[in-house]
T-cell receptor, first 109, second 115 residues
Framework: QKEVEQNSGPLSVPEGAIASLNCTYS??????FFWYRQYSGKSPELIMF????GDKEDGRFTAQLNKASQYVSLLIRDSQPSDSATYLC?????????FGQGTELSVKP | DAGVIQSPRHEVTEMGQEVTLRCKPI?????LFWYRQTMMRGLELLIY????????DSGMPEDRFSAKMPNASFSTLKIQPSEPRDSAVYFC?????????????FGSGTRLTVV
């Protein structure tokens, strides 16, 4: 079992829809969780982090964490073509970030 | 804030040659991380430093790989000898230990091609 797992996609949604990205992790002791966005040919950029169970909202983005289920998700409301990218889930394990393979999101106009 | 600076941006080398990748972290950040990204394996942590000291190098694939951080503003990742399977994008990232929980900032990466 991989330490951090994501569906590779591609996930395709129409413009204006909600995109839902999911991630599971294996280390039950993990305390902090991150979502990075990576455009093709670019470096990963941090868009959200979450520590506590529940939801955390930032603009069109909502991160959700369920530690009991070892599950993290990212919702993108009112998806725009500019949101088309690969989204990487990362989990802090002992001071180092372990990344999932990423989910490719495509938002169609 | 200049961000994390990596050089070179692109490197093409022949198998067997030595390759040195360079990184300048954000000023004030005391943690530095080297990652490698490939389509097959995704983003893998190779090694990280806290306060210039290597903490975990368990991700370094082989003895051909070595990394140093002689001071707080500079780190190198060296591959000697290089092999075609080392072709990948190598990212350097930095963070403050105090703010490590807030994620890392990545450099632009070095795209390495070994032919």
């Amino acid at each position: 079992q991989k330490e951090v797992e994501q569906n590779s996609g591609p996930l395709s949604v129409p413009e204006g829809a909600i995109a839902s990205l999911n991630c599971t992790y294996s280390d039950r002791g993990s305390q902090s969780f991150f979502w990075y966005r990576q455009y093709s040919g670019k470096s990963p950029e941090l868009i959200m982090f979450i520590y506590s169970n529940g939801d955390k909202e930032d603009g069109r983005f909502t991160a959700q964490l369920n530690k009991a289920s070892q599950y993290v998700s990212l919702l993108i409301r009112d998806s725009q073509p500019s949101d088309s990218a690969t989204y990487l889930c990362a989990v802090n394990q002992g001071g180092k970030l372990i990344f999932g393979q990423g989910t490719e999101l495509s938002v169609k106009p | 804030d200049a961000g994390v600076i990596q050089s070179p941006r692109h490197e093409v080398t022949e198998m067997g040659q030595e390759v040195t990748l360079r990184c300048k972290p954000i000023s004030g950040h005391n943690s530095l991380f080297w990652y490698r990204q490939t389509m097959m394996r995704g983003l893998e942590l190779l090694i990280y430093f806290n306060n210039n000291v290597p903490i975990d190098d368990s991700g370094m694939p082989e003895d051909r790989f070595s990394a140093k951080m002689p001071n707080a503003s500079f780190s190198t990742l060296k591959i000697q000898p290089s092999e075609p399977r080392d072709s990948a994008v190598y990212f350097c990232a930095s963070s403050s230990v105090d703010r490590g929980g807030y994620g890392y900032t990545f450099g632009s990466g070095t795209r390495l091609t070994v032919v």
